[in-house]
């Protein structure tokens, strides 16, 4: 639960947002890493020192459900001249560090990313005759926070988030985002570490398709070719009622052919999935075939999890040699920053289960497996086909309701335990697959009663091929 009320009013847990003239006793008290980021909001609206700002009545250190402590609402008069519309700049507080004190974070040095590293700024666009900023966008936010804070799964420039529904609940086609660089916000070096600014862009259906097909990154340059669907600062707008490509149609055409000459640097999703071991039935409950059929899959071993995580992060690297990072104890150099020891895991679970030592979970070559994907998610099998097998890449799909993940190789990747003897390899519920042998996917999948794929593959009896 939130309210609305000026940043600059006395509150129950924060003092007013000092500014370059702020008493010592307000600017002492204030929390350093805060401070810090207003610090950068005064720099960019120094007309405007106390801001409406959306505020969590209860705290999320104090058991609320709202990670953001606070969502500050700019207005920003844009640039008619350069396509910049007059719009709202929303900005957040509390995916970095903002105390100091482990109450939400735990500090890790003044080196690294302060918290997760970022905060998040959306632009909306300012309708005729708006006095006052709209509150929602500070929801959609606590809603980004939330699935950080729960998956630990951070965001970079580029990324995407399928969302499915209209940003402002109303009946626009702006229902999905895109991730970028905010073209104003520096980063900010607090006592905690270091915040970046991360904006939030609202796209349609078809602009995220190609997002995913391609690279965010790729739709983001289209967009600021386009006043109207966002222009150099990628300024949302709730009412714009075309994609890009109905403005105008040649800009699929260079969506086309990056796909062609690029692929897509999607390198893995969070998905409803799931594998069987058709190659023979498990023994017994302790047989590590019973992971995809037993009701209670076994956890990823944490160096399985780590490979995984990694593997999603290197697939980004879109110009980079596409290898698996191999299963040791070694971390692979220059992928990602550290986190603090005690975050959970991106890809971990909240299962009961015990982890099996990774040690003890021998790599198995099987005859036939069956995979499972839900609508959605068998829908991007073309994308993992189209975009990076067939440019030496790989994808990974993670379950999002147990702990298995099943990763496509291609020829090109190194380090795969699949290999052309034995395209069908598991460690422990991780799955890998090195060939498929279909090319039309509606030959060789069939929905099944929860509205998704199966695809038998092998020499089993059960495979289709």
Known sequence: MAE???????????????????????????????????????????????????????????GGPDPLDYVSMYRNVGSPSANIPEHWHYISFGLSDLYGDS???????????????????????RETGESAPPTWPAELMQGL?????????????????????????????????????????????????????????????EELHSAQQWNGQGILELLRTVPVAGGPWLITDMRRGETIFEIDPHLQERVDKGIETDGSNLSGVSAKCAWDDLSRPPEDDEDSRSICIGTQ??????????????????????????VLPPINPQRQNGLTHDRAPSRKDSLDSDSSTAVIPHEL??????????????????????????????????????????????????????????????????HGPWLQVRRLFFFSLPSFCRLFPWAGYEMPLGSGPKACV
């Open 4 to 62: 609305l009320r000026p940043s600059g009013a006395p509150g129950p847990t924060a003092p007013p947002a000092p500014g370059p003239a702020a008493p010592p006793a307000f600017a002492s008290l204030f929390p350093p890493g805060l401070h810090a980021i207003y610090g950068e909001c005064r720099r960019l609206y120094p007309d405007q020192p106390n801001p409406l700002q959306v505020t969590a009545i209860v705290k999320y250190w104090l």
């Open 361 to 426: 979970i021998r790599t198995r070559q099987l005859e036939s497996v069956h995979l499972k994907f839900n609508q959605e998610s068998g829908a991007l099998i073309p994308l993992c086909l189209r975009g990076r097998l067939l440019h030496g890449r790989h994808f990974t799909y993670k379950s999002i309701t147990g702990d298995m993940a099943i990763t496509f190789v291609s020829t090109g990747v190194e380090g795969a335990f699949a290999t052309e003897e034995h395209p069908y390899a598991a």
């Open 297 to 322: 899959p076994r956890r990823l071993s944490g160096k399985d999890t780590e490979q995984i995580r990694e593997t999603l992060r290197r697939g980004l690297e879109i110009n980079s040699k596409p």
């Open 145 to 205: 926070a939330r699935y950080v804070f729960q998956s630990e799964n951070t965001f970079c420039s580029g990324d995407h988030v399928s969302w499915h529904s209209p940003l402002d609940n109303s009946e626009s086609r702006i229902q999905h985002m895109l991730l970028t660089e905010d073209p104003q916000m520096q980063p900010v070096q607090t006592p905690f570490g270091v915040v970046t600014f991360l904006q939030i862009v609202g796209v349609c259906t």
């Open 103 to 125: 109450r939400v974070h735990e500090f890790t040095g003044t080196d690294g990313p302060s918290g997760f590293g970022f905060e998040l700024t959306f632009r909306l666009k």
